[in-house]
């Protein structure tokens, strides 16, 4: 069956340093990637969409490479800042508009 | 200004009741769709309505009955609810081009608590 996979546990890193979150998928071969940051009590933010013949897609801070062999994307914040604290959840594309999220990753800046 | 929006917010009521959600949204655009989020924050799809049709139906028990007077409004009428429907409830919408890579865009969600 499909899966997608990002760290269930929380990513503490210190302001200014580069956070990095994985989605690793399986048994699918979608079409585009997507980011989205979800706060607390909040609908999910589109942040990047990364499509499968793009290598890496940027955006101001933000870094996102899409690894079809590996079935893999990294998502890079860099000089992180505290207010980019919150989590990150990784979407696949499963064709007629229909999106599959994995489970989020939680990022924790500290000052 | 509000893109996708959402009523109610909270929404506390007993097993067995009968509630509504209603979505709207002033993109313009085609596309909208409810998800579930449950307690470990797993986003999961369960309908989308392209233009007032129903195009993708998820493994939903048939107590879940959306509805789609016209492309702007999306509502989700929830029968005889259980224990298990607590969660949170998010709308979202997209501009539903053919063959497009779609952003979604989430309302603020409406957190169901049955009791």
């Known amino acids: 069956s499909q899966k997608i996979e990002q760290n269930s546990e929380a990513l503490n890193i210190q302001e200014g340093k580069t956070a990095t979150l994985t989605c690793n998928y399986t048994?699918?071969?979608?079409?585009?990637l997507q980011w989205y940051r979800q706060d607390p009590g909040r609908g999910p933010v589109f942040l990047l969409l990364i499509r499968e013949n793009e290598k890496e897609k940027r955006k101001e801070r933000l870094k996102v490479t899409f690894d079809t062999t590996l079935k893999q994307s990294l998502f890079h914040i860099t000089a992180s800042q505290p207010a980019d604290s919150a989590t990150y959840l990784c979407?696949?594309?499963?064709?007629?508009?229909?999106?599959?999220f994995g489970t989020g990753t939680r990022l924790l800046v500290s000052p | 200004d509000t893109a996708v929006s959402q009523t109610p917010k909270y929404l506390v009521t007993q097993m067995g009741n009968d509630k509504s959600i209603k979505c709207e949204q002033n993109?313009?655009?085609?596309?909208m769709y409810w998800y579930k989020q449950d307690s470990k924050k797993f986003l999961k799809i369960m309908f989308s309505y392209n233009n007032k049709e129903l195009i993708i139906n998820e493994t939903v028990p048939n107590r879940f009955s959306p509805k789609s007077p016209d492309k702007a409004h999306l509502n989700l009428h929830i029968n005889s609810l259980e224990l298990g429907d607590s969660a949170v409830y998010f709308c979202?919408?997209?501009?539903?081009?053919?063959?497009?890579?779609?952003?979604?865009?989430f309302g603020p969600g409406t957190r169901l608590l049955v009791l």
């Open positions: 979202a919408s997209s501009s539903g081009l053919a063959g497009a890579q779609e952003t979604q865009y």
């Open positions: 979407a696949l594309d499963r064709g007629f508009q229909k999106l599959v």
């Open positions: 048994n699918y071969s979608p079409a585009y």
């Open positions: 993109l313009g655009h085609d596309t």
